[in-house]
């Protein structure tokens, strides 16, 4: 079987937002409420996948200041679509039990001001569908095992991924592993064992053609830079990339450089190759599931110095 490599370039549009309701300190505007805050925690998020409104499990509501806080308990659902898609959330599909379903249970809590609302703070505790390994083999025992998102082997195949990606002779620059969204493991008769995984890749400021790995490489700066979802499908028999199917996303900013400008660079100060390509989320919940992202909390707690 060859390897075959996919990409779709998505027109550069204006994404047109239908009018959102203002949020207010009335019981009538807790579903306003929880969409804005579905909205804030899919923007906060710079891993993993966007997310969709389940369930309102609870609401209530405080008076004070001229104002009140709005308290929302809300179940959510992970979807398939990664967190730099630029569609809408509410039309991606919910990933189903087959594929390992994660859902989030957040508490969300909103100040609202006359017209002024926004989000205080949100914190968020995930769960799996099915709960383990031998639930989801009553469920589907021929499903594919969900891995370690710092499994060395599934690394391996989403790294020989991003070097077929750059092989791309269209690119202008190479891309640099941003995001290890999900791994997992199945067997294929014919194939023997089959590594599949979801990764983000972000443009780098190395041209194509360069010596230079591109994990030397200083990723642009998020607005500038182009980036790519892609699903891989790898086999450890021959170490081969079967299959490679990416989305191409523009940059969202295009204003053309000054003379003898050069394009900024923003690395990510989180990223570490050390980790497994996964991202550091701090105030996660304590004993995270390492085989997927939390939801990272708002605001992110501070930092302790600790005084030797």
Same mark, same amino acid.
């Given at each position: 079987?060859?390897?075959?490599?996919?990409?779709?370039?998505?027109?550069?549009?204006?994404m047109?937002?239908?009018?959102?309701?203002?949020?207010?300190?009335?019981?009538?505007?807790?579903?306003?409420?929880?969409?804005?805050?579905?909205?804030? #925690?899919?923007?906060?998020?710079?891993h993993?996948?966007?997310?969709?409104?389940?369930?309102?499990?609870?609401?209530?509501?405080?008076?004070?200041?001229?104002?009140?806080? #709005?308290?929302?308990?809300?179940? /959510?659902?992970?979807?398939?679509?990664?967190?730099?898609?630029?569609?809408?959330?509410?039309?991606?599909?919910?990933?189903?039990?087959?594929?390992?379903a994660v859902?989030?249970?957040?508490?969300?809590?909103?100040?609202?001001?006359g017209?002024?609302?926004?989000?205080?703070k949100?914190g968020?505790?995930?769960?799996?569908e $099915?709960?383990?390994?031998?639930?989801?083999?009553?469920?589907? =025992?021929?499903?594919?095992?969900?891995?370690?998102?710092?499994?060395e082997? &599934? #690394?391996?195949?989403? /790294?020989? &991924?991003?070097?077929?990606?750059?092989?791309?002779?269209s690119?202008? *620059?190479?891309?640099? /592993?941003?995001?290890?969204?999900? #791994?997992?493991?199945?067997?294929?008769?014919?194939?023997?064992?089959m590594?599949?995984?979801?990764?983000?890749l972000?443009?780098?400021?190395?041209?194509?053609?360069t010596?230079i790995?591109?994990?030397?490489?200083?990723?642009?700066?998020?607005?500038r830079? *182009?980036h790519?979802?892609? *699903?891989?499908?790898?086999?450890?028999?021959?170490?081969?990339?079967l299959? /490679?199917?990416?989305?191409?996303?523009?940059?969202?900013?295009?204003?053309?450089?000054?003379? &003898?400008?050069?394009?900024?660079?923003?690395?990510?100060?989180?990223r570490?190759?050390?980790?497994?390509?996964?991202?550091?989320?701090? &105030?996660?919940? =304590?004993?995270?599931?390492?085989?997927? *992202? $939390?939801?990272?909390p708002? $605001?992110?707690?501070?930092?302790?110095?600790?005084?030797?």
């Amino acid at each position: 079987m060859t390897a075959f490599l996919l990409l779709t370039a998505l027109a550069v549009a204006p994404m047109l937002c239908a009018s959102q309701d203002p949020v207010t300190c009335s019981v009538d505007r807790f579903p306003d409420a929880a969409k804005m805050a579905v909205r804030h #925690i899919n923007e906060q998020q710079d891993h993993g996948y966007k997310f969709r409104l389940m369930e309102t499990k609870s609401s209530r509501m405080e008076l004070a200041d001229g104002g009140c806080t #709005i308290q929302l308990q809300l179940d /959510l659902g992970e979807t398939e679509c990664s967190f730099i898609s630029t569609k809408p959330a509410e039309d991606c599909e919910y990933r189903g039990k087959a594929s390992w379903a994660v859902a989030a249970n957040c508490t969300v809590l909103l100040s609202v001001k006359g017209a002024d609302a926004k989000v205080a703070k949100y914190g968020c505790s995930m769960r799996k569908e $099915p709960a383990s390994a031998e639930e989801m083999m009553l469920i589907c =025992p021929d499903c594919p095992k969900l891995l370690l998102l710092s499994d060395e082997a &599934g #690394i391996r195949g989403v /790294l020989a &991924g991003v070097s077929q990606f750059n092989q791309n002779t269209s690119n202008q *620059h190479l891309y640099g /592993l941003q995001d290890v969204g999900r #791994i997992s493991l199945g067997y294929v008769m014919t194939m023997g064992m089959m590594y599949y995984s979801e990764f983000v890749l972000k443009e780098t400021n190395c041209p194509r053609g360069t010596r230079i790995v591109p994990e030397a490489c200083d990723a642009l700066c998020t607005d500038r830079a *182009h980036h790519a979802f892609c *699903h891989l499908s790898y086999a450890t028999r021959d170490n081969q990339v079967l299959s /490679l199917s990416c989305e191409v996303f523009p940059p969202k900013n295009f204003t053309p450089l000054g003379p &003898g400008e050069q394009e900024p660079s923003c690395p990510s100060p989180r990223r570490s190759a050390g980790s497994g390509y996964v991202f550091a989320c701090p &105030g996660a919940e =304590p004993n995270a599931d390492p085989t997927m *992202h $939390p939801v990272c909390p708002y $605001p992110v707690p501070e930092v302790l110095q600790v005084q030797s």
